[in-house]
């Protein structure tokens, strides 16, 4: 028994981009610490859950973007690292300062983790999709009202608490 395909292309992606968004709603500017961390805990466990089952699954964590940087990752130690030195961010931050404009390559799988879905991100993962980038969005829904904000689609993934 032989399957047969024809006219289809393999897409070879074995890198992945991860893309932690560390702001929240509700550290505001005039706040020494949030109210509440707990929420940026859960999401950078998912961040780090994300980045060892790609490992497991044969692909390259190539680099992870907090803060509106990208950083290279060499190896699971420094991804680690990189992770436990997350702060998290104001909600005033523009989206531009907590998550790259650019991606960092076209080539792999970019994996983006947040904990609400606003306009300014539906607009940068549209316009990364449009070039052609394969993005899966993660929703680690920070509040009640945050529930069910994704798209319908396959690439959006809602995670229940």
Request: aromatic fraction near 8%; charged fraction near 25%; glycine fraction near 6%.
């Amino acid at each position: 028994m032989s399957k047969v395909f024809e006219g289809a292309d393999e897409i070879r992606r074995d890198k992945v981009y991860l893309l932690v968004d560390l702001t929240l709603a509700d550290f505001e500017p005039w706040q020494r610490r949030p109210r509440n961390e707990e929420v940026l805990d859960k999401r950078l466990a998912l961040a780090v859950e994300i980045g060892l089952s790609a490992q497991n699954e044969g692909f390259t964590l190539a680099a992870l973007a907090t803060s509106g940087q990208w950083q290279p990752i060499e190896n699971l130690m420094e991804f680690y690292q990189q992770i436990a030195a997350c702060k998290p961010l104001r909600r005033s931050a523009p989206t531009g300062k907590s998550l790259p404009d650019t991606v960092i390559a076209d080539d792999g799988l970019h994996i983006l983790v947040i904990g609400r879905w606003q306009d300014d991100t539906r607009q940068l993962v549209e316009r990364w999709q449009q070039a052609g980038v394969l993005v899966l969005v993660f929703l680690l829904a920070e509040s009640e009202a945050e529930i069910g904000s994704l798209p319908n689609g396959s690439q959006y993934i809602e995670v229940q608490r």
